[in-house]
């Protein structure tokens, strides 16, 4: 491995730890603006607000128009990260605390790195899967633990909002190459923003109260970075880094989020989830080393 690709690699993991630190607010932000919004609200409005912050973006810089096949792939993103996700993990928040929520979205990099396999050809190694699912496992048992060996109807709205974003995450990655990491979003955005306007005002709850700061707070962070910026560095990372390795990082966000849902949301930290998070970051490093071949 020459000094320009231990390099690449490197680059390619920051910017996919910056995505991975935008996304591990989501559920807590999710969270704040639920009373206000309602689910409908929290999980298309922001992408009224990201999809016009996207039409602008792409006005400015004058960008090309992407072909007819570019579009079609681009409806599966929309599908995934902008409809799948937001709506599904807004309906889980309704029922469960936002440290539980991370808890299942810690299944992401497995179902990352199999859409992996799927859509974007990649091989990883045995040793690749080991480590992702020793990962992966901690979390779901760790989950059960907390949840009284039970799995409620809102962790399968986690379940499926942890398959939504994986297809979104591994085709927007392919297309990452083809149009650049920003580009993809914003016109994921801008194709789902005249379905996401329609539902947001057909739909959504109206709030009786505008005055809480919070869930203001709440809605523009999943706005803003959730649906927008953090999808700037996670594309680039996946591009340059792989789908299924930097797609390993998403086992660090359980424990972003759980961190910062403690603070928001005084949710106690447990001695047995400093071990989970052990077990994870273990898994995270062996992850990295395991050989994955890109096509």
Not at 8 to 22: S, T
Not at 77 to 105: D, N, R, T
Not at 221 to 235: D, E, I, R, T, V
Not at 281 to 294: D, E, M
Request: charged share 10%; aromatic share 12%.
């Amino acid at each position: 491995m020459t000094i320009k690709t231990i390099g690449k690699e490197f680059e390619a993991y920051i910017w996919g730890l910056l995505g991975v630190m935008g996304f591990s607010l989501t559920l807590p932000a999710t969270k704040l603006a639920l009373p206000l919004f309602g689910v409908v609200g929290v999980g298309i409005g922001r992408a009224v607000i990201a999809g016009v912050l996207s039409l602008c973006l792409l006005a400015a810089t004058k960008s090309k128009l992407p072909t007819r096949h570019q579009t079609l792939r681009l409806i599966l993103v929309a599908a995934g990260v902008v409809f799948g996700f937001p709506l599904f993990s807004a309906y889980g928040m309704k029922y469960l605390p936002a440290s539980h929520g991370a808890i299942v979205i810690g299944l992401l990099p497995l179902a990352t790195a199999l859409f992996a396999v799927i859509l974007a050809k990649e091989k990883p190694s045995l040793g690749f899967w080991l480590a992702g699912a020793i990962g992966s496992s901690t979390i779901v048992f760790y989950s059960l633990i907390v949840g009284g060996g039970t799995i409620h109807l809102a962790d399968l709205s986690l379940l499926m909002s942890v398959l939504s974003a994986s297809v979104g995450y591994a085709e927007g990655t392919r297309l990452a190459k083809e149009m650049g990491s920003w580009r993809v979003i914003c016109y994921a955005l801008v194709l789902s923003l005249p379905i996401a306007i329609a539902l947001f005002s057909l739909l959504s709850d109206r709030p009786s109260d505008y005055s809480s700061l919070s869930a203001w707070l709440g809605f523009l962070y999943l706005s803003f970075f959730s649906m927008f910026l953090a999808f700037f560095a996670w594309y680039r990372g996946l591009e340059m880094g792989g789908i299924a390795k930097i797609g390993q990082l998403q086992l660090l966000q359980p424990f972003m989020t759980i961190f910062a849902s403690s603070f928001l949301f005084s949710e106690k930290l447990s001695p047995e989830m400093f071990l989970v998070l052990s077990i994870v970051l273990g898994s995270v490093y062996f992850g990295r080393r395991a050989k994955v071949i890109r096509n």
